[in-house]
């Protein structure tokens, strides 16, 4: 999947920045702002949502997108109210 996303979201004009666990992408996000994050909800060294709350301590305004293909509708509603801008 994210290799499929990478491939997908590939624009000139976009630098897209992709990693494979939650550690990863935090390390990624401490070194360089992005505009937004795509987040999976499942990643193998952390949730996803406990991840959402770390990139919220670091910045409060960065649109967060949290994704999964196992979520359930609790799930969404707590990704929510941990301030997720939304949810697919």
Do not use: N, W
């Amino acid at each position: 999947v994210l290799y499929s996303l990478e491939k997908g979201l590939a624009d000139e004009e976009l630098r897209i920045v992709t990693a494979a666990t939650a550690r990863e992408g935090l390390a990624a996000l401490a070194a360089d702002r992005p505009d937004a994050v795509l987040l999976d909800v499942q990643l193998p060294d952390l949730s996803g949502l406990d991840a959402l709350q770390q990139i919220r301590a670091h910045d409060a305004r960065l649109p967060v997108i949290l994704m999964t293909a196992h979520g359930t509708a609790d799930t969404a509603i707590e990704a929510m109210k941990r301030g997720a801008f939304d949810y697919v």
